[in-house]
């Protein structure tokens, strides 16, 4: 944990990846983050491998250095105590549909009539704009809509989903600027802000940085970046596996004709441009792919070293966990924060120059109720009845 957002307090009501992450890498850079669950605990803690203390392994990927309330905000005492976390914090982060948010006192308006300074976030599926609003959405369901699903069309294979969970990870990251935004221009004039972050947008945009194509500069131009969409641009198979290899310039390619002995490839027309050998990608492609496939991986390897030409070997999720690079890099820190635990996932950023801090494990659900009420300025004799009458656990 990095001491950098010390004093900056984030009310954090969100469920599953996306909001979580977003709150946690704020966490990870010292925001005290109170995460207030429903009574039942955010459905996360329950998907993914458990661990040996109940804690699922996504729960504990993305909820580390948080505090945790449980508490039903259908009762007015946990109106109450919401009003009171809000008049304390400092930003406001949910992912409730609109309806939800109205009827539990966390939409915008009225957040912000509580506390005009304060920044509130909201991440949706849709944008509030457009005739999707308010639809139910999951990542499956977004990379569908964005076009990434579709993909694969393009180079002659059915439609598929990315075996991650792209949609919401994109725009958690989103979130995180979004809110360090809306810090600094409070900072700088006193006023809060709303903020808006859709999943199907923010993936549309992630897909459509480089594949919006013909279509940025005419009106019926076709979007797609030829050089991805080669149906030939794949790992490419070794006499004993698979590697990645990228020659993208020319001086790059002539190195890699040589070695393979295609010199004669270099003397076509459309070899001396970029834009020649992107309409050619897939003779390139095919050319190198056969030479490699009668070389072992680590001839190629070496090979690729040499010519200084960007390459990899295909990692499986196996060989991350043994990464030689990952692990002189301390990427796997070890951990004793959450019992039963080898390894975590870090933010892979450094700040240099700051102090780094213990890491505080995931909480259990409520594990931080009482001390976080009596900050809010309930005495026990109220925390004791809310506990009886079910408003906190």
Known sequence: MKDMLGGVRIVDVTTIVMGPMASQILADLGADVVKVEPPE?????????????GISSIFASNNRNKRSIALDLRRPDGQEVL????????????????????RLGLSAEAVRRIKPSIVHCVAVGFGSGGPYAGTAAYDDVIQAASGLAALPLKVGRQPDYVPSIMADKVAALHIVYAVLAALMRRARTGEGCAI?????????????????GAATFEAGGKPGYQRLLS???RPF?????????????????????????RMDVTEAPWFATAPGRNANTA??????????ATRTTAQCLAMFEALDVPHA????????IDDPHLAATGFFRPTDDLEGRARSVPQPVAFHG??????RAPPALAADGATVLEELGYSKAQVARMRADGTIL
């Open 313 to 320: 070997r295909v990692n499986t999720l196996d060989d991350l």
């Open 83 to 102: 009003q009171r976390l809000i008049e304390g914090g400092d930003v406001v982060l949910h992912n409730m549909r609109p309806k939800a948010a109205e």
């Open 283 to 292: 003779t390139l492609y095919q050319i190198l792919g056969a030479a490699l």
């Open 196 to 212: 808006e972050v859709p999943m199907f947008e923010a993936l549309a945009a992630f897909i459509l940085n480089e594949h919006l």
């Open 231 to 233: 149906p030939h641009r």
């Open 41 to 53: 605990g955010d459905l996360a803690r329950y998907s993914g491998t458990p661990g040996p203390d």
């Open 354 to 359: 700051v102090e780094d801090r213990p890491d």
């Open 237 to 261: 198979a070794t006499a004993d596996g698979w590697i990645s290899a990228l020659p993208y310039t020319e001086a790059q390619w002539r190195r890699t004709l040589a070695e393979i002995g």
